[in-house]
């Protein structure tokens, strides 16, 4: 017997990301629930070849929701994820309310698995941060092989980790600079059109930002406490897809050629690293696909075994949504969880 899936924010781009990629892997669902806000009840979204129609959250019945992906935020998060969970679901969190918990593991499955038994005690699983969770993939098998020492990534986000105003404002201001129209900036602090913006997430008192703060204590918790990360997160004018320029300092030599053949042999990496014009990956071309592209693998001779890398990879998808499925496809695979209707 299957599981019961609700999706709770399946309007917005990571929910339908969610459903699309759930249609996609054939995940063991019986029934997939959509879930929204009030204000969305009827609305349909695609699910593979078939559609739903969205449910308000706050008629759902709760008793038989085996796994929840939670994908509307922190504030919301932070009311139903612990109702979800008293109920008996699993609740995947996509938002950033319960990564810093030190009793909800933060899953990246390519990286630490073994740690989604840590479930049982809040009954909530957290996601990290889209640009944490490609960074993290790529750094894995490297830090299993000569030990990172320090981290200095700079990203390139694309607007959509902003939600779909983001994207549109985009859109439209893009289109007012063709018609030399008056351009307004609403999602963000300044124009995105033909622009850069290095801020993202509200500003902290040591000058970092949210996000880039994110980026380095969710891999300390992902992936090694004892790592030092710096990060200068950057918002671009692109639809989808983060890329990140990664400088590894290693405690152990470790050559081009063996980072690239451990990196091919790593799950959730792709190396397409030819040292010509085009011989690497854009963010336009990963869209729509799972894997984390690395190109661009050199040696750093500024410091002691050290490594530069270009990471590229569809935020929406693994960044979000795909990793969420794929926690939950690691909780069936090891028999941590079972449908209650079977259980029953």
Known sequence: ????????????????????????????????????????????????????????????????????LMSAGSTVSKEWSPKFAAAGAVVIDNSSCWRYDA??????PEVNADAVAGFRKKGIIANPNCSTAQLVVALKPLHDKAKITRVVVATYQSVSGAGKEAMDELF???????????IESKAFPKRIAFNLIPHIDAFMEDGYTKEEWKMMVETKKILDPKI???ATCVRVPVFIGHSEVVNIEFE?????????????????????????????VTPYECVGEDATYISRIR?????????????????LRKGAALNAIQIAECLINRKLIEAKRKAA
């Open 1 to 68: 017997m299957g599981y019961k899936v609700a999706v709770v924010g399946a309007t917005g781009n990571v929910g339908r990301e969610m459903l699309e990629i759930l249609a996609e892997r054939e995940f063991p669902a019986d029934e997939v629930v959509a879930l929204a806000s009030r204000r969305s009840q009827g609305t349909e979204v695609s699910f593979g070849d078939a559609t739903l129609k969205i449910k308000a959250l706050e008629h759902c019945d709760l008793s038989d929701i085996d796994i929840c």
């Open 103 to 108: 009793d909800v593991p933060l899953i990246v």
């Open 172 to 182: 439209s201001q893009t289109k007012a600079v063709f018609q030399i129209d008056e």
């Open 228 to 230: 030092k990360l710096t």
């Open 252 to 280: 152990n030599p470790i050559s081009v050629d063996e980072a690239r053949s451990v990196l091919r042999g790593a799950p959730g990496c792709l190396v397409i690293d030819k040292h010509e014009p085009g011989g690497y």
């Open 299 to 315: 040696t750093d001779p500024t410091v002691d075994n050290g490594l530069v890398l270009w990471v590229v990879s569809d935020n």
